[in-house]
């Protein structure tokens, strides 16, 4: 399975960007997918999670109400949606596959992507 991530950039704090995650290769064998995040200095982060069936969603406190994790199954793209964007969540963001279920553990986790830069300037 391999893992895309795209959509990162340079925006305001208090703006959006969405960012997309496109799946291939042997995707069935995958459950859920989720992002992560890593700050300069800091351990990886968990995000957010979404299951490829039925669409359970799994948050971060610290952006619950701001982001909102979806996904396209035909597509096999997963999307994050960042709104009120703070300079906290300056970071890389990778998208991750995994075959178990939902989860903040990023042990778990089977398959990453490369990570697109976010920065949000205040």
């Known amino acids: 399975v391999q893992v895309v991530e795209s959509g990162g950039g340079l925006v305001q704090a208090g703006g959006s960007l969405r960012l997309s995650c496109a799946a291939s290769?042997?995707?069935?064998?995958?459950?859920?997918m989720a992002w992560f995040r890593q700050a300069p200095g800091k351990e990886r982060e968990f995000v957010a999670a979404i299951t490829w069936s039925g669409g359970s969603t799994y948050y971060a406190d610290s952006v619950k109400g701001r982001f909102t994790i979806s996904r396209d199954n035909a597509k096999n793209t997963v999307y994050l949606q960042m709104n009120s964007l703070e300079p906290d969540d300056t970071a890389v963001y990778y998208c991750a596959a995994g075959r178990g279920w939902l989860t903040s553990n990023y042990q778990t986790y089977d398959y990453w992507g490369q990570g697109t830069q976010v920065t949000v300037s205040s």
């Open positions: 290769g042997r995707t069935f064998s995958t459950k859920v």
